[in-house]
């Protein structure tokens, strides 16, 4: 009868680690966990439905990102703002009762923690300054929407600035300028109030007094004092010059 051999122990510390089992036979596993999508709330201000539908089916095409609100004014763009509380405002310069520049200060003030896009077709060094001073930390063209707006909305989202190559350009050139002193071009309404703004919007867009001062919340004589007085600062000789004088700057469109 045979005797079973000796049995061989590992010495101590040999211990060596046990080798996790294969695979399943049907080459399995835990599945990965899908990846992370960012969630970005968009507001969306336009006065024409054809950009603001145009602009929804772009940024919404993108998983985990959604248009909050739509509104057709810059009074309307900062009600939602402060009520909607967006992560993007996609703005247009020129709206009716109260423009994009003026509605950039104001979502500032409302919703701070929200970033102003500006999509617009006007491309002037004035403009730009302007809205970049309110608080807007992107700006593209309307020309180029189709191709830049999903990214600029994108940076915006992460708090990085965005400007197409054109503007880019522009804000580069303009802060070469303040670098060496070069006088920056500026027009004769650069120097107006918010209020005086706002006044000249509403008697361009052809509000009466009393329109304009319901309004604004202010009284029919405060607007008359208001008019008077830009019509002077301004040199105006009359309404219509007034109202080419808004066309111009970008406060209202023809």
């Known amino acids: 009868m045979n005797r079973p051999g000796p049995r061989h122990r590992r010495p101590a510390g040999d ?10 036979e049907d ?17 969306i201000a336009d006065d024409h439905e054809v950009v603001r539908r145009g602009a929804r089916v772009l940024l919404e095409s993108r998983p985990g990102w959604t248009v909050c609100g739509e509104a057709t004014d810059g009074r309307e763009a900062v009600e939602k703002a402060r009520r909607l509380a967006p992560d993007v405002v996609v703005l247009d310069i020129a709206m ?22 500006i999509l617009t077709m006007y491309d002037s060094h004035q403009v730009i300054r302007e809205v970049l001073a309110a608080g807007a930390r992107g700006y ?13 909305v994108e940076a915006l989202s992460q708090h990085k600035p965005f400007f197409t190559p054109r503007v880019s350009e522009m804000v580069l050139d303009g802060y070469l300028k303040a670098e060496d002193g070069t006088p920056l071009p500026s027009g004769p309404g650069s120097n107006l109030t918010q209020r005086e703004r706002e006044v000249i919007q509403m008697l ?11 309004a604004l919340g202010i009284g029919v004589k405060t607007v008359e004092t208001h008019r008077n007085r ?10 219509s010059e007034l109202v080419r004088f808004a066309i111009r700057n970008k406060i209202v469109e023809p």
Do not use: C, F, W, Y
Request: proline content about 11%.
């Open 15 to 24: 211990r060596r680690p046990d080798l996790p089992a294969g695979p399943p």
């Open 27 to 43: 080459g399995g596993g835990a599945p990965e966990a899908p990846p992370m999508t960012s969630t970005v709330r968009i507001l």
């Open 96 to 117: 009716p009762e109260l423009n994009g520049l003026e509605a950039t200060r104001r979502i500032r003030q409302a919703a701070p923690h929200a970033e102003i896009l």
């Open 140 to 152: 593209i063209l309307k020309s180029d929407a189709g191709r830049e707006l999903v990214s600029a």
């Open 204 to 214: 361009a867009e052809g509000k009466t007094n009393k329109d304009a001062a319901a």
């Open 230 to 239: 830009l019509m002077r600062k301004l040199r105006l000789g009359s309404m």
